[in-house]
């Protein structure tokens, strides 16, 4: 079975954690340069999983702070 796309790796487990409790409402996400340690990644596909995770109202970024959990994510 191919490996699912790296981008698709964060938004899934960003999703996750979201959804468990893990990560909870006003939460920081790990730096772009954390991410990229973590899935051995470029920053690229980090920043494109940030994107999405945005546009689809998981996450909230804010220029030169990070990123963090939305107050109220989608069910």
Do not use: N
């Not at 893990?22 to 954390?34: F, H, N, T, V, Y």
Request: hydrophobic share 35%.
């Amino acid at each position: 079975m191919p490996r699912q796309p790296v981008y698709e790796q964060v938004i899934d487990d960003v999703t996750a954690s979201i959804r468990s409790g893990q990560l909870k409402p006003g939460d920081k996400l790990p730096s772009i340069a954390e991410l990229c340690a973590q899935y051995d990644a470029s920053a690229t596909p980090i920043r494109y999983a940030l994107r999405i995770l945005d546009e689809r109202g998981w996450i909230e970024t804010h220029q030169g702070k990070g990123s963090f959990v939305t107050e109220h994510p989608p069910a």
